[in-house]
């Protein structure tokens, strides 16, 4: 019976892993299958040659290296801004008790209650007059405004699964609050500030929405917004968008590589408290 019931799980996390996966097959099919067989072979689950003329053309014609390079940049900083200020922002919570906290928190919460549909045209009027439309900084601006609440609060459920006797003994021991914080909290926050550089990191890096309203110039294009390039008139150019799309995969596999002990670390200790 147990025998069975094993065979029956390992079926069932197969079946999911290939639901999973099979969109990124499909993805990387279609980027290496040459125009004239994409439509003559129908849906074929492998085709019969192959080509890397679609990557090439993304790399040295299309202009998809600049718009790499923007989505770089407005993710790393993303993210990099959000974890400092939410790794605050969590400790204050934590640690504080301070005159109207628990309205601060619930105020937090009610700002993802709205679509973001809602909000680019006042966005657009707060952030023309300071020349930031059509920036990567004043991206960067928003997607740090939008992301950091729910950051905020991830962090501090990192902090709260941290006892507060360690920080206690710490200041008994001669160190500031400040001191106690960088040499024990931080290096136990580890976990939780790798779950959160993830998390961020990939909702800037496919954030779409901003992206398309705020910037109008070719040369500040992320990949997202990027992607419509390959849409045109008389149709739209498979091959190529799918491999700028396989390629755009690249610098978040990477990423996740090198948090990954952090990122697994992080998500299962932020699930439960100490």
């Known amino acids: ?31 290496l299958t040459p125009d004239d067989l994409l439509y003559s072979e129908g849906t074929t689950i492998w085709p019969s040659s192959l080509t890397l003329a679609n990557f090439a053309y993304v790399i040295e014609e299309s202009p998809f290296p600049v718009f790499f390079g923007n989505t770089v940049i407005v ?32 105020f937090l919460v009610i700002t993802q209650l709205f679509p973001l549909v809602m909000v ?7 952030l023309a007059p300071i020349g930031l439309v059509n920036t990567r900084i004043g991206l960067i601006v928003v997607f740090t405004a939008f992301n950091l609440p729910f950051a905020a ?78 849409v045109g008139k008389s149709g739209v150019d498979w091959g190529q968008m799918m491999a700028a799309a396989t390629l755009a995969l690249i610098p978040p596999a990477i990423f996740f590589t090198f948090i990954q002990k952090y990122l697994v670390g992080g998500l299962t200790a932020g699930a439960v408290k100490a």
Do not use: N
């Not at 680019?120 to 707060?126: A, K, N």
């Open 75 to 106: 993710s790393l900083g993303t993210a990099a801004a959000v974890t400092v200020l939410a790794a605050g922002i969590g400790y204050a919570f934590s640690r504080f008790e301070f005159a109207g906290k628990r309205t601060l928190m619930v």
């Open 120 to 126: 680019i045209t006042p966005l657009y009027q707060l």
């Open 153 to 230: 609060f991830l962090m501090h459920s990192f902090y709260e699964g941290i006892p507060r006797e360690l920080e206690q003994a710490a200041m008994i021991d001669g160190c500031t609050r400040f001191q106690a914080l960088i040499r024990i909290i931080l290096p136990l926050m580890l976990p939780g500030i790798g779950a959160t550089l993830g998390f961020v990191f990939t909702a800037a890096w496919s954030e779409l929405l901003f992206s398309l309203m705020l910037i109008t110039s070719e040369t500040k294009k992320t990949f997202a917004v990027g992607l419509l390039s390959f």
């Open 1 to 31: 019976m147990k025998s069975i019931t094993g065979a029956a799980l390992w079926l069932v996390r197969l079946a999911y892993l290939a639901f999973a996966l099979f969109p990124l097959f499909w993805l990387i099919r279609i980027s």
